[in-house]
Nanobody, 116 residues
Framework: QVQLVESGGGLVQAGGSLRLSCAAS????????MGWFRQAPGQQRELVAE???????NYADSVKGRFTISRDNVKNTMYLQMNSLKPEDTAVYYC??????????WGKGTLVTVSS
């Protein structure tokens, strides 16, 4: 069992920055897939950024050059640095952890609201 807790969301003006955190209840980064997703009102949940199985990173086209995913293996925490925020980035942001055998876990999400 893995618990994920997101934090760092809030209200920010367009052009501003936020850093989201996803704290895992135990050490999983070495063998779990980890990613950030978001869901805007009335929209499907979509991938924002992820660590691939090869350890590299992958970003949605809409956030490339503005968002950066990172992680601290000692703190069991994954981050999403979000710069140059736009109103269309408004969503609930979730982190997801997927075990090698397929079981996956979601956090409860943190709300990001970008005002124009």
């Amino acid at each position: 069992q893995v618990q994920l807790v997101e934090s760092g969301g809030g209200l920010v003006q367009a052009g501003g920055s936020l850093r989201l955190s996803c704290a895992a209840s135990r050490s999983i980064f070495s063998d779990y897939y980890m990613g950030w997703f978001r869901q805007a009102p009335g929209q499907q949940r979509e991938l924002v950024a992820e660590f691939t199985s090869g350890g590299t990173t992958n970003y949605a086209d809409s956030v490339k050059g503005r968002f950066t995913i990172s992680r601290d293996n000692v703190k069991n925490t994954m981050y999403l640095q979000m710069n140059s925020l736009k109103p269309e980035d408004t969503a609930v942001y979730y982190c997801k952890a997927t075990a090698p055998y397929g079981m996956y876990y979601w956090g409860k999400g943190t709300l990001v609201t970008v005002s124009s």
